[in-house]
């Protein structure tokens, strides 16, 4: 029988919520565990996972409907199960024995963990979304684990804390000795082939590792999924480096906190120019490079755009920036600029990411340069840009070494991962098809 996808109950005093947006469409094949919409309450934006696997049907709540808690607003399908035999209307009518039960989804913060959520009926273990999370990908079982939250509430630290000293799982990248990681980082997917290298993830300027998510959404990438926060950014240390080796050591010891073996890795404008100096430092096993809009390939650089994005504080001249971003602004959703929005207010980690655009990127200048990292590779290198990047110019990627791999989009601004999700998930799937541990 097909599984009920219901809207839950993500705060104590809600009784509606929000659909802002579906990561997947009707039709779509989704996994257990994949994120599959995103609801908005009047306290924070929520990420809802698929309770099942199998093929989305009967989406009854579109973008922006308000719902009830406790309203079905989609069934999963298995594979190869009879959608037409098997409808929301005759499984309403069956008996309740014939009915797969399932639990709400659970949730998971965009914005902030310290949310308190209430956990879903029948569940006594006390946890907030993100603990939820990191422990069902680190195969941890909640039950072991001791909260240091109010009421004894379990939250990522604890779970954290728990998989540094856990046997790590079959196919389930926990770190031994994770608790001993630089920065901040977190398994956003466990995989589904325990032969596929991970994959790393590392962010551009001014953003955090949740910004891989809308990505992520909705595919079906079979490695595990490692995404990093960069110095001044997200759940990172403020303290900057003074240059961007140090920044690449801090991020080598953090993948190998996390992970002892192959690695692929994937990077974002400022990232993709540290993940370079980390794939050419030679201190980990990494099987292949791809560098989205990376910064590096030249001196030019919008430095009204980095300096007018850490000084924004209100939505509308903080919106007005990151439209420079794309070229598509409906990619700009309002959980997306809410989020953002949220990051903005944090005076401290604004302060940290105005020094690294002044320390890196000093009078509108890219001061270092990745061109002699690259050359002296011998992995495979993927090089992707957005024809209408306003923020770092498309024409940096001529003159890279014939063997680097360069994609243009047409069309696309400084975030092709967004812009043109598809086509660079398929980039990355074959890249990693090709990289096995």
Not at 77 to 97: K, W
Not at 271 to 285: S, Y
Not at 288 to 312: D, S
Request: with cysteine.
């Amino acid at each position: 029988m097909p599984t009920e996808v219901i809207l839950p109950k993500v705060d104590m005093d809600m009784e509606t919520g929000q659909i802002s947006r579906w990561y997947a469409k009707e039709g779509d094949s989704v996994s257990k565990g994949q994120l599959l919409f995103e609801i908005e309450t009047d306290k924070a934006a929520m990420e809802v996972d698929a309770p099942a696997s199998g093929i989305l049907r009967g989406v009854t709540a579109q973008e922006g409907t308000v719902v009830p808690v406790g309203q079905s607003v989609a069934w999963i399908y298995a594979e190869g199960e009879d959608y037409a035999a098997a409808t929301p209307e005759a499984i309403e009518a069956a008996p309740v024995s014939d009915v797969m039960k399932v639990a709400e989804p659970s949730p998971s913060p965009v914005v902030a963990e310290s949310l308190s959520v209430a956990a879903t009926q029948g569940d006594a273990v006390r946890a907030t979304p993100l603990a939820r999370r990191i422990a069902r990908e680190s195969g941890i079982d909640l039950a072991s684990v001791s909260g240091s939250g109010p009421k004894g509430r379990i939250q990522r630290k604890d779970v954290e804390a728990s998989a540094a000293h856990a046997q790590p799982a079959i196919a389930k990248p926990v770190a031994a000795k994770a608790d001993k990681a630089p920065l901040h980082a977190v398994w956003l997917r466990q995989g589904n082939d325990t032969g596929l290298a991970p994959l790393v993830l590392i962010h551009g300027f001014g953003s955090d590792l949740n910004s891989w998510r809308p990505m992520l959404a909705g595919t079906t990438l079979d490695s595990a999924i490692l995404a990093i926060d960069l110095p001044g950014h997200g759940e990172s240390t403020r303290d900057i480096p003074a240059d961007i080796d140090s920044i690449a050591a801090l991020v080598e010891q953090t993948i190998a906190a996390h992970h002892t073996g192959p690695v692929v890795v994937a990077a974002h404008s400022f990232g993709a120019a540290i993940a370079a100096k980390v794939a050419a430092r030679g201190n980990l096993d990494i099987r292949a490079l791809t560098l989205i809009a990376p910064a590096g390939l030249g001196p030019e650089i919008n430095g009204a755009f980095l300096q007018g994005f850490v000084r924004a504080r209100a939505e509308p001249s903080l919106l007005a920036w990151m439209k420079l971003l794309v070229q598509d602004e409906s990619l700009l959703t309002r959980s997306f600029v809410k989020a953002t929005l949220a990051q903005s207010q944090d005076e401290g980690l604004r302060n940290a990411q105005k020094l690294v655009a002044d320390r890196f990127f000093a009078d509108g200048t890219q001061i270092f340069d990745i061109r002699r990292s690259l050359a002296g590779l011998i992995i495979p290198v993927r090089v992707i840009f957005g024809a209408a990047d306003r923020i770092i110019p498309a024409a940096h990627a001529s003159g890279l070494p014939g063997e680097i791999a360069v994609h243009v989009f047409a069309g696309t601004g400084h975030m092709p991962q967004l812009e043109q999700r598809e086509k660079v998930v398929r980039i990355l799937r074959e890249v990693g098809a090709s990289c096995r541990q």
